[in-house]
T-cell receptor, first 115, second 111 residues
Framework: NAGVTQTPKFQVLKTGQSMTLQCAQD?????MSWYRQDPGMGLRLIHY???????DQGEVPNGYNVSRSTTEDFPLRLLSAAPSQTSVYFC??????????????FGSGTQLSVL | QKEVEQDPGPLSVPEGAIVSLNCTYS??????FMWYRQYSRKGPELLMY????GNKEDGRFTAQVDKSSKYISLFIRDSQPSDSATYLC???????????FGTGTRLKVLA
């Protein structure tokens, strides 16, 4: 059982380039989310999804797009990378039933540097 | 003011010590409280999960929630060098799907 899988583990981009961070889970979790982690700032929610076809913004959504076409996958797209997006990105999922939110399972992270 | 406040540390203790890690929060609507452990260059992993107030114990770990004071704690008994990591508190309101994390406390347990 792989859990939450993120690819790539490391990425270097130039300002203005685009890329997609991949996230897949094999636990049949309804809820998936993306966080960024910066020194002194903790984990901040970027976007989240409560099921296929449903996405919503978190605390820091600007500059990022998401879509959820399947239960398993939740890619994060950077359309035009900026140095301020240099961070470590984590995907997390949970089994969410109705309004009861369950514990999050995290991937191993993607370290992104934008030059 | 952040919704969740956590001392970043680092906190250094000798092996075998009792460790106390704490978070304060401002939103009285928070209902679910969690502690995550994060090793260097790894994703956070869930340690403890509690609903509303009270204590919960799991082996060497005890989580406490005091909703009247808006204060949560994680105690680690008989600390080991393998406990050296960053500990993050997190909390959420049922149905909001938004977890709010503290900044994390770096813990070093010295052999």
């Amino acid at each position: 059982n792989a859990g939450v899988t993120q690819t790539p583990k490391f990425q270097v981009l130039k300002t203005g380039q685009s890329m997609t961070l991949q996230c897949a889970q094999d636990m049949n979790h309804e809820y998936m989310s993306w966080y960024r982690q910066d020194p002194g700032m903790g984990l901040r929610l970027i976007h989240y999804s409560v099921g296929a076809g449903i996405t919503d913004q978190g605390e820091v959504p600007n500059g990022y797009n998401v879509s959820r076409s399947t239960t398993e996958d939740f890619p994060l797209r950077l359309l035009s990378a900026a140095p301020s997006q240099t961070s470590v990105y984590f995907c997390a999922s949970s089994y969410s039933k109705g309004t009861t939110n369950e514990k999050l399972f995290f991937g191993s992270g993607t370290q992104l540097s934008v030059l | 003011q952040k919704e969740v406040e956590q001392d970043p540390g680092p906190l250094s203790v000798p092996e075998g010590a009792i460790v106390s890690l704490n978070c304060t929060y401002s939103n009285s609507a928070f209902q679910y409280f969690m502690w995550y452990r994060q090793y260097s260059r790894k994703g956070p992993e869930l340690l403890m999960y509690t609903y509303s107030s009270g204590n919960k114990e799991d082996g060497r770990f005890t989580a406490q929630v005091d909703k009247s004071s808006k204060y949560i704690s994680l105690f680690i008994r008989d600390s080991q060098p393998s406990d050296s990591a960053t500990y993050l508190c997190a909390m959420t309101v049922s149905g909001t799907y938004k977890y709010i994390f503290g900044t994390g406390t770096r813990l070093k347990v010295l052999a």
